[in-house]
């Protein structure tokens, strides 16, 4: 995506009219929000045509020398073929990437919303489905004026891989060199992330109401081994027994309630008495806090940035925490007679400042 990102910053230092609104609609956007970088995909597939036509009239207005390189680039078909599958792709973990940035998110329909994804991202991995993306491909560069090329297949291959094409089949070549490795990698960055210890969230995640009917003691025992010192009352060793006669309790409660099921942890906690459930209310505690991403952070970060720039370096370090709390928890009603008359009382002022 270099080419895309080059013409973009091409089209900021411009200085023609022509392309401010093309420039504004189709511009990459954060390059450190991953929903803004689906977006500017699906938008530069959707105006390929405009954007091309664009650098076509720079190069015969601006005569500059750094559009042409752009032009080749972006309509090389290796180019077009690229952006078509991220389109396909994307349009799919765009859902689940701009869900995961939402707040309150529970863990449990995170997992379901991944397990789907990763599933739906399987079946893209058919001759079907990519033969449908080649032909959009190859429509894009038919309007662009190009047409499908692949690379010449030596003996002896060092710097790329040598593929066995039958009679220079382009769509076996591009699906087997871009479309294959590309969907493998995105399925081992998703199991990578979210697989690991998958087993003791969705251990945990048994515990709801709307799961545990047909689940029994074994389908908790990943969680209970996993947080076994927080499941520890005074340093004591867990009595498995009881915490069998707990499971089997807690299911026996649910069983009875068919209608109004709880189905995310904090509605399941405000109903499991720590009196009466004590492990299962520390397991549930420990589901409803588990973090699922950490767009929360990042938010804390675009609030500081709106505090304090680069070049206002002197607020010190309790002002500019009291600043970003104030900013970020802004629904906090402040009580500024109360303030006034704190910072009047701290020492004697020339001003009388007390109400």
Known sequence: MGSYHRTISYYRSCHSNNVDDLLVYYGCGDATRWVERHESILILVEGFIEIISALEELMSIEHDKAVFPLHKSMCNFNFIITICILEKVLGITYFISKYLQTENIDLSIAIESVELT??????????????????????????????????????????????????????????????YPYLDDILASFNERFKMNSNIFI???????????????????????FYEEDLRSNNQNIHMDLL???????????????????????????????????????LLKLLAILPVSTASVERSFSSLKRIKTYLRNSTGEARLNGLALMNIHRDIQIDTDAILNMFASKKERRLDFKL
């Open 118 to 179: 990763i599933q739906k991202l399987q079946d893209l991995r058919t001759e079907e489905t990519f033969f449908s993306i080649f032909h959009r491909a190859c429509e894009i560069a038919k309007e662009v004026g190009t047409s499908p090329t692949i690379p010449r297949v030596v003996g002896t291959q060092k710097h790329r891989e040598n593929y066995a094409i039958l009679n220079n089949d382009h769509v076996s070549y591009y699906r087997q060199s871009l479309y």
């Open 244 to 282: 069998k006669n707990e499971f089997e309790f807690w299911k026996q409660k649910w069983s009875n309630e068919e209608n109004n099921l709880p189905k995310n942890a904090l509605d399941t906690l405000s109903k499991c008495p720590e009196d009466l459930f004590p492990h299962i209310n520390i």
């Open 203 to 225: 251990s945990l995640s048994s515990l709801l109401p709307s799961k545990i009917g047909n689940l029994s003691f074994s389908d908790i025992q990943p969680a209970i081994d």
